[in-house]
């Protein structure tokens, strides 16, 4: 059975044919604590979105990489949205 057959087998199993024993369900209180991974990398969308001119300002005013700030203060509002 070739690769692609493989995966196509596995896709088309229904969950309760897959065999978790070598894989136990971990209790929430492992995952609460759970960190991303050091090299982690998302994958980036292009998306069109509008801002109040003086937030987008403010952004602009600390000189350039103002799409990457606004990313990290989303990222960091989402992680501490999750924690609560």
């Not at 059975?1 to 369900?25: C, F, H, S, V």
């Not at 995952?31 to 969308?45: D, E, H």
Request: aromatic share 8%.
């Amino acid at each position: 059975m070739d690769r692609k057959q493989q995966i196509d087998r596995l896709n088309n199993m229904a969950d309760a044919d897959i065999g978790y024993t070598d894989a136990p369900e971990l209790p929430d209180a492992v995952w609460n604590k759970a960190k991303r991974a050091k090299f982690f990398k998302p994958i980036k969308v292009q998306k069109t979105v509008r801002f109040d001119a003086d937030v987008l300002n403010w952004l602009e005013s600390e000189g350039p990489g103002y799409q990457t700030r606004l990313n990290s203060i989303l990222r960091r509002e989402i992680e501490k949205a999750l924690r609560s």
